[in-house]
Nanobody, 120 residues
Framework: QVHLVESGGGLVQAGDSLRLSCVVS?????VGWFRQGPGTERGFVAG????????FYADSVKGRFTISRDTAEAPVFLQMDTLVPEDTAIYSC????????????????WGQGIQVTVSS
């Protein structure tokens, strides 16, 4: 069975940085980060392949967020810089055998999510 556990969330001020971590147990999977803000639907943030290549980002976070993983067994990190209040959301990581991009229905396993709050 596959388990995903997120950590690293919290409350920060606008302009600050946070690094989220996603630990994935089980087989080798592509991993994506998603977020759901207050009153919004869950949306794609960033994804990376099982080997740590080809990072892919939503337009809203390009240049501010960086997704990385050193090996297929290593945690997947989401470095979030220059945070703005609009980044406030519950962030979840998810695992897929077929994609690391935005198609949520291709992600088979999900973490419970972690709160990120950015104050102005």
């Amino acid at each position: 069975q596959v388990h995903l556990v997120e950590s690293g969330g919290g409350l920060v001020q606008a302009g600050d940085s946070l690094r989220l971590s996603c630990v994935v147990s089980g087989r080798l999977y592509h991993v994506g980060w998603f977020r759901q803000g207050p009153g919004t639907e869950r949306g794609f943030v960033a994804g990376i392949t099982s080997t740590g290549s080809q990072p892919f980002y939503a337009d809203s976070v390009k240049g501010r967020f960086t997704i990385s993983r050193d090996t297929a067994e290593a945690p997947v990190f989401l470095q979030m810089d220059t945070l703005v209040p609009e980044d406030t959301a519950i962030y979840s990581c998810a695992a897929s055998e077929v994609t690391w991009k935005s198609q949520q229905h291709h992600y088979d396993y999900w973490g419970q999510g972690i709160q990120v709050t950015v104050s102005s």
